[in-house]
């Protein structure tokens, strides 16, 4: 199956098991996409054990995995792999989830923060369900939270649910109803029970046009849905196009672009001045090798900007060695310190807006799905209208 998402729209092409299969704006190709950044003959794709793409000489460029193809040029094309013709983007679906390789690759030969953010833009205008695949910390979150605000539905509410055991079917049914409009972030849904699962997939089939969800995991979800751990009809309900987000480790290059926004948003929600990154201060990030991804790189940072003087930051104000455990409240002295401050300002943001988790997240300069994820973390019950 091909899933061709250009604009707005999202249709799906079947694929023959083998042969040729050419993709461009003429009436004559075997896939006509009818936009005016499609060439007539754009790119054929020959499918057989293996799936490859060539260029046919586009006048717009056919890009897999962030590099132009030469024109007759033709690439292996994982599976759930986006490909990029013109303004339109292409996802070959099959059976196999990305998430069976994911976790034992190094990430250094995936599409990198580029190529994920072009794929975020097209997506995004679309309505087609997300499915990202990463290990923990790598981003996921942040991702979806790009989904959300490059979308049409960025002025709803991004709501979160983080699945477990103890998930009950009202409480889904509370956070389907309460993403109407928006986007509804899954969390590891084979993680819940068999009747929050079914509640999962009854309500959103009921919800069907108004709510959009991206599901973030580490697991292999296909192989979850074959041995009966995860719904089957929740599992295609949920994995529309599947992106998978590197690990921290494979994006040294996108380091500084990313300790950057971080740095921005971190000194907002720390009531900090803006604070800039000195020259060995990168040097040191740099040579880490980032166990703890994303996650780890932004609790460094949380503890550098809450407990640094100055505008600029060094090497010296990282802590590097004890930053892969310090994702959890357990984590040291400053990692409690770091939480003890963050736990306070939730607090008391909480209580200055009445309980209400829109208005909090917005006083504290994060997403609302942010402060479910610490309202989780620390405990707190999450207030209810």
Not at 114 to 124: C, G, L, N, P, V
Request: hydrophobic letters at 45%; a positive charge; glycine letters at 10%.
């Amino acid at each position: 199956m091909l899933l061709v998402l250009c604009g707005t729209s999202a249709r799906e092409h079947e694929l023959p098991p083998s042969g040729a299969v050419v993709i461009g704006r003429g009436r004559d190709a075997d896939v006509v996409v009818d936009h005016p950044t499609l060439s007539r003959a754009h790119a054929k794709l020959t499918l057989g054990s293996h799936v490859t793409i060539a260029d046919c000489g586009s006048r717009n460029g056919t890009v897999v995995a962030g590099r132009t193809l030469k024109r007759g040029e033709a690439v292996l094309v994982a599976p759930g792999s986006p490909i990029e013709l013109g303004d339109a983007l292409l996802v070959i679906r099959t059976g196999h989830d990305p998430a069976r390789d994911v976790l034992a690759s190094t990430g250094a030969s995936r599409e990198g923060l580029a190529s994920i953010e072009r794929t975020i833009e097209r997506i995004a205008k679309s309505e087609v369900a997300v499915l990202l695949v990463g290990e923990p910390g790598s981003g996921k979150a942040w991702i979806a939270a790009r989904v959300h605000a490059s979308s049409g539905r960025s002025s709803a509410a991004l709501v979160t649910l983080a699945s477990s055991p103890a998930t009950t079917p009202d409480e889904i049914a509370h956070e389907v109803r309460a993403a109407r409009a928006g986007t509804l972030v899954v969390r590891e849904p084979s993680l819940l029970s068999v009747p929050a699962q079914t509640s999962l997939r009854t309500a959103l089939a009921a919800e069907a046009t108004h709510v959009r969800t991206v599901t973030l995991t580490q697991r292999d979800l296909f192989a979850a849905a074959g041995s009966g751990e995860l719904d089957v009809a929740l599992f295609h309900r949920l994995a529309g196009v599947s992106v998978v987000v590197p690990p921290l480790r494979a994006r040294v290059g996108e380091l500084g672009t990313l300790a950057e926004a971080l740095l921005v948003e971190l000194t907002t929600a720390h009531g900090r001045p803006r604070m800039l990154l000195s020259a060995d201060a990168m040097s040191a990030l740099s040579r880490h090798t980032w166990p703890g991804n994303l996650r780890e790189l932004r609790n460094v940072l949380s503890k550098a900007v809450l407990l640094g003087k100055g505008r600029v930051l060094t090497a010296a104000h990282f802590d590097l060695g004890g930053a892969a455990h310090a994702s959890g409240a357990s984590g040291g002295s400053l990692s409690a310190v770091v939480d003890e401050a963050e736990h306070r300002r939730i607090l008391e943001a909480l209580r200055h807006c009445s309980g209400n988790q829109t208005r909090a997240a917005k006083a504290l300069g994060i997403s609302r799905g942010t402060l479910i994820s610490r309202l989780e973390r620390f405990g707190v019950p999450r207030p209810r209208k």
